[in-house]
């Protein structure tokens, strides 16, 4: 079971989101804490999946994907697995969530253009276990935030 993070947690977390490429020696030195105690809450909080990633974050549309959709799909009853490794296989699928209300899936895709969005929601609709689909383009993101300000507040 994961203990709630503490204030040393949140203060890593937050200098982390700052500088993503700060080293351990210099976490140390800025949080006022001892080197061994950022290399073993660093390794806790990834062992316990609270920490996930270092990698850099992408703008979709400064790499060229200027478009936005979210499609909500209902699926065949017992397939749910079987249909998120077929959708998670499309590149351009960059979340799945399983939903409740109208709908089993909330499916977030991102597209070079409306015809390339029109290619990718093809893939997604021929899957077999796929019975319907409804799709919305995201005309701007108004906010767009990870949740280390949850946390580090």
């Known amino acids: 079971m994961r203990r709630p993070l ?42 316990e999946g609270v920490i996930t990633g270092y990698g850099p974050e992408i703008a979709p549309a400064a790499a060229g994907l200027d478009v936005l959709a979210f499609c909500t799909l209902e ?5 749910h697995d079987e249909t998120t490794e077929a959708i998670a296989a499309i590149a351009e699928v960059v979340e799945i969530h399983t939903i409740t209300g109208p709908g089993d899936l909330l499916v977030r895709v991102v597209a070079r253009s409306n015809d390339h969005l029109h290619e990718v929601l093809q893939r997604i609709t021929h899957i077999p276990t796929v019975l319907r689909s409804q799709s919305q383009l995201a005309l701007a993101t108004s906010l767009s935030r990870t949740v280390v300000h949850l946390v580090t507040n």
């Open 6 to 47: 503490d204030d040393i947690d949140r203060r890593l977390i937050a200098a982390l989101d700052a500088d993503p490429k700060i080293s351990h020696a210099q976490l140390a030195r800025d949080l006022d804490i001892a080197r061994g105690t950022v290399y073993s809450r660093l390794d806790r909080l990834e062992h």
């Open 75 to 79: 699926i065949a009853q017992g397939s």
